[in-house]
């Protein structure tokens, strides 16, 4: 009896050991959409990667916060040259990427590239000494194809760590063309146009329902981020790029005059009964409206004129005609003269964590127009990459969004609320604004709040 | 290696096999156990059967205690050590925060045992008693979040021009009255989220108390009843007294359950309007902020406020077990 037993244990034991080694003598192979062998179409014109070099399947993990059909779309874009040099890619796109990043690269189990949404988060790595400096190939790409305003972002203390390879523009005005056209109404192309344009709809329409703006900053734990973005447009538009990277890095206080009047000058929308917020109920509605759903309000034709970013285009009901002759469509939300064109941005980072070749190759082909129009052709997303030909982009929005970037009067600065330290950007920050908007406090009260919870 | 663990089959296979493997090594020693004798087999199959169950609970439960307690003393990266500032952040900037949760820890569990009490009562050996302890059970079965997603529609409010979509207001406007702010307008609005978790666990009350109600002996119900107790008599001096030990479990467990709760206020408010609580305040200094002193200081709070309720809890316990023997 006892020696079946042992025997049955025996069996189940040794039965257990061949299964774990065979599953390990797996290891490296296919990984469900990580790997990239095995391209299919044959041989890509492989002369284009000629430069990078060849290499004999070697490896390279990529962290990032990209999944689902976006990250899909990502390993696409670099299937050709994965089969060109021989770099076997591997992707692994979370949402739990900021959590988990840190956990990975303090526990000694860092990827070799990771792409960072923030700036911030990319910097607080390099405080740890984490991050590898990129390349001269990569930093010489890096330089030809992009602005300063954007690589000064990846750039800690004077040496070049993160490339900004995708980008967004969040200084836009959606509205509905088909209103405007059959309204006579124009584009405006300087605030001053702006706020008599809301006039005129206030004039034309305004009534209990319809009102000229719709705004919503309700958004679960991060309600209040809209509010920021309004604000830091403001910024850049009533006091200048230079004061707005002072007000970022705290070398003015929060509350300083010039903030005060650049919310106060957002107040003068947000605040407004006669603006706001039309189809949903007064200025305090928007405080628990969720931001998406103000801008639904355009196609109902309940509001005229809804300010938020190019990703918008992703939180509209399918079948919706988006295009300036379309359903829907955005302007650029104009700063103080025409020629004036300060840009909201966000945007990818891609850094290091090593200096093996076939990292700083991913990183310069990253870094290179060449991957940007791939990505650019794939769609859903543009870069901030001035090689990138705006044809390529696979929406209007998303062409006008290239078109503002490449400009070259463009003066592109990055939401603060991701450079400033959590405990404001994610914290004070979003509550003082909506305690703003929900009528708590006026504007000095609400900027001295969070400069007075700045660690 | 690279499949079994980077990517989240491998990882399942991979939790599989450890699990397998040391279940396998512990029957192996067990088995040898058995060869001996008196003490020592004792020893060892104590060791053998408890001692996992141990080793994971200081590894799981008495370490991360430990580790936040030494965390809520330090500073936010845990580097230098900072005394009671922490604490004493609660007491400035956190007061919203304990007032609020304060009202919940009273309300909530009040507010559905009692529910969950009159509930069971009422449906105790009706017709469709079995229908409706399964519909007020339901809520138990939806998430925190889910549960705050559907109420968030339900207080969802509009100009009262506009028309209403969330159901409250909608029946408001429809008798004639002015829509209301249910999520924006403190006090109130801590009032109604605690109605949310009020709905969620009343259904568990009233499970345990209906089992607990018909556990009565029927000779003492029979025999209060041939002395000419009435109805609410009989509720108030025959059954609650007799179905203490079970109150008092339902209202801890749901005390406890309330100290924990973040995902409404997060979910519902943003913990914006005045609404903020303990729970919501330590899961955003810790996680979202990333600092781990007030975070962790935050944890010790609400752990302290937790012991009384256990310590009751295993009190009444052991004197049930000492009646019943």
Not at chain 2, 120 to 128: E, G, H, K, T
């Amino acid at each position: 009896m006892t020696t079946i037993s042992v025997r049955r244990a025996s069996v189940g034991i040794v039965g257990g050991i061949a299964v774990a080694l065979s599953l390990t003598a797996c290891a490296g192979d296919d990984l469900g959409g990580g790997g990239t062998g095995g391209g299919d179409g044959g041989d890509a014109d492989c002369s284009a990667y000629e430069q990078y070099g060849t290499f004999d399947g070697e490896q390279v993990t990529i962290s990032s916060t990209i999944s689902d059909q976006e990250g899909d779309q990502l390993e696409e874009s670099w299937a050709d040259f994965s089969e060109c040099t021989g770099i076997q890619i591997e992707h692994n796109g979370t949402n739990e990427f900021e959590s988990q990043i840190f956990v990975q690269v303090e526990g000694g189990n860092a990827p070799n590239l990771a792409i960072f949404p923030q700036p911030g988060l990319m910097q607080r790595m390099q405080a740890g000494d984490y991050l590898a400096p990129a390349g001269d190939d990569v930093v010489a790409a890096a330089q030809e194809n992009y602005t300063e305003d954007w690589l000064s972002y990846g750039n800690i203390d004077g040496t070049q760590y993160g490339v900004p390879i995708m980008g967004s523009v969040k200084s836009f005005v959606w509205y509905s063309p088909s209103a405007f056209e059959e309204n006579g109404y124009e584009v405006p192309e300087t605030w001053d146009d702006l706020m008599a344009l809301s006039d005129q709809i206030s004039a034309d329409h305004g009534s209990d329902t319809v009102k000229p703006w719709c705004f919503g900053i309700e958004s679960g734990g991060a309600t209040g981020w809209p509010a920021t973005d309004f604000l830091e447009d403001m910024v850049l538009r009533e006091a200048g790029p230079d004061v707005y990277d002072q007000w970022v890095n705290h070398e003015i206080p929060f509350n300083d005059p010039q903030i005060v009047a650049s919310l106060e000058r957002a107040g003068e929308i947000l605040q407004n009964d006669e603006y706001v917020n039309g189809g949903i109920g007064d200025t305090r509605s928007i405080a628990t409206t969720a931001w998406s759903d103000a801008g639904l309000q355009v196609l109902d034709g309940n509001c005229f004129l809804f300010r938020a970013a190019s990703f918008f285009e992703a939180q509209l009901p399918e079948g919706t005609e988006v295009g300036p002759d379309g359903d829907i469509f955005a302007f650029y939300l104009p700063a103080d003269t025409a020629e004036d064109q300060p840009l909201l941005v966000a945007g990818d980072y891609v850094a290091a964590f090593d200096d093996n070749e076939a990292t700083q190759a991913v990183q310069a082909y990253l870094a290179s127009p060449e991957w940007a129009n791939t990505r650019v052709s794939i769609g859903g997303v543009v870069s901030p990459n001035q090689g990138v030909d705006p044809e390529n982009a696979s929406s209007d929005v998303l062409r006008l969004t290239l078109e503002l970037m490449q400009d070259e009067g463009a003066v592109a600065r990055f939401d603060g609320s991701d450079m400033m330290p959590s405990e404001v950007g994610a914290g004070t920050f979003w509550s003082a604004l909506t305690d703003w908007i929900d009528g708590g406090s006026d504007a000095e009260e609400a900027l001295t709040t969070v400069e007075n919870s700045w660690p | 290696m690279g499949f079994l663990l980077f990517s989240k089959n491998g990882q399942l296979v991979l939790a599989v096999i450890a699990f397998l493997a040391v279940l396998a090594i512990l029957l192996l020693v067990a088995r040898f156990a058995d060869r001996m004798k008196g003490r020592g087999q004792t020893v060892v199959m104590t060791l053998v059967f408890g001692g996992p169950a141990l080793l994971l609970l200081a590894v799981g439960l008495i370490y991360p205690a430990i580790r936040t307690l030494w965390m809520s003393v330090m500073d936010a990266r845990s580097e230098s050590f900072v005394g009671f500032s922490n604490y004493a952040y609660l007491f400035e900037g956190g007061l919203t925060a304990l007032g609020n949760t304060l009202l919940w820890v009273v309300l909530v569990p009040i507010g559905s045992t009692l529910i969950g009490l009159v509930y069971a009562v009422l449906i105790d050996n009706s017709r469709f008693e079995k229908v409706a302890k399964s519909l007020l059970f339901l809520p138990m079965a939806i998430s925190f979040v889910g549960a705050g997603i559907i109420w968030k529609f339900v207080y969802e409010y509009r100009g009262s021009a506009q028309e209403q979509i969330g159901l409250l207001n909608a029946v408001l406007t429809w008798i004639g009255l002015e829509p209301l702010r249910f999520l924006q307008d403190s006090p109130w609005n801590t009032l109604f989220l605690i109605a949310v978790m009020v709905w969620i666990e009343a259904g568990f009350a009233m499970v345990v108390l209906s089992a607990a109600i018909k556990a009565v002996p029927n000779d003492i119900i029979e025999a209060a009843r041939l002395d000419g107790a009435n109805a609410w008599q009989l509720f108030a001096r025959v059954t609650v007294p007799s179905i203490r030990p079970s109150l008092v479990v339902v209202l801890t467990t749901i005390c406890i359950a309330t100290l924990k709760v973040f995902d409404i206020t997060q979910t519902m408010t943003g913990a914006e309007f005045n609404t903020q609580v303990l729970a919501n305040e330590m899961y955003d200094w810790s996680f979202t902020f990333g600092d781990n002193g007030i975070g962790s200081a935050m944890a010790v709070v609400i752990f302290v406020l937790v012991i009384p309720l256990v310590i009751y809890n295993v009190r009444q316990m052991n004197k049930n077990k000492a009646v019943r023997g």
